[in-house]
């Protein structure tokens, strides 16, 4: 089955700088890649995803780029800010076949200091 | 759009005891719900794929007759932990993806997750 591996585990950056986090996938058939922010206590946010027909993808702040033929993928968040402190999670999935089944990494912890 | 509900958003229970947790998707149809179990500081753990009008598959090591999981309807699945006891507690969220016809979505949206804390 897909094994999603996610790196680092923590990362703490100043407001204002950027933060990168990576993903890497086992099953070269899947197709769809989310990223999600998950802040203490609520549940898992959507805020960006990539298809794997497109390389890169852009909204506002963030961006993801896929690396189809090295299965990685990553998330970039620009001038970062005290409220992208939360846990981010990217995810892969061979949607919408097997019921779009989402196979998670194990998180990023974010913290963004003022 | 694309809003998933859950109820209750905390619960205490004794061991023992049934607990259910609703999840609705507010304004979309879903065809496709799923369950997912999660503890602290750590990532979501697949529970089980909840299909209107079918049986819900549930992932390896998931008991199915402990946790026994309802989608009764387009825009409500039903998680029950029945015989709840502390190793249950834990933090339980349904996600839901849109359907529209034959057509589903990618994306999958959550719920704000239900806290279980049985005692």
């Known amino acids: 089955g897909e094994n999603v591996e996610q790196h680092p585990s923590t990362l703490s950056v100043q407001e204002g700088d950027s933060a990168v986090i990576k993903c890497t996938y086992s099953?070269?058939?899947?197709?769809?890649f989310p990223w999600y922010k998950q802040e203490l206590g609520k549940g898992p946010q959507l805020i960006i995803d990539?298809?794997?027909?497109?390389g890169e993808k852009k909204d506002q702040r963030i961006a993801v780029t896929l690396n189809k033929t090295a299965k990685h993928f990553s998330l970039h968040i620009t001038e970062t800010q005290p409220e992208d402190s939360a846990v981010y999670f990217c995810?892969?999935?061979?949607?919408?076949?097997?019921?779009?089944?989402?196979?998670f990494g194990a998180g990023t912890q974010v913290v963004v200091t003022p | 759009g694309a809003v998933v509900s859950q109820h209750p958003s905390r619960v205490i229970c004794k061991s023992g005891t049934s607990v259910k947790i609703e999840c609705r998707s507010l304004?979309?149809?879903?065809?496709?719900m799923f369950w997912y179990r999660q503890f602290p500081k750590q990532s979501l753990m697949l529970m089980a794929t909840?299909?209107?009008?079918?049986?819900?598959?549930?992932e390896q090591g998931v008991e199915k007759d402990k946790f026994l999981i309802n989608h009764a309807s387009l825009t409500l699945s039903t998680l029950t932990v029945t015989s709840a006891h502390p190793e249950d507690s834990s933090f339980y969220i349904c996600?839901?993806?849109?359907?529209?016809?034959?057509?589903?979505?990618?994306?999958?949206?959550f719920g704000p997750g239900t806290r279980l804390t049985v005692t």
């Open positions: 990539i298809r794997s027909n497109v």
């Open positions: 996600s839901a993806r849109w359907t529209s016809g034959l057509r589903s979505s990618y994306e999958q949206y």
């Open positions: 909840s299909n209107e009008g079918s049986k819900a598959t549930y």
């Open positions: 099953d070269s058939a899947s197709n769809y």
């Open positions: 304004d979309f149809q879903a065809t496709t």
């Open positions: 995810a892969a999935s061979k949607a919408p076949g097997s019921w779009g089944k989402l196979q």
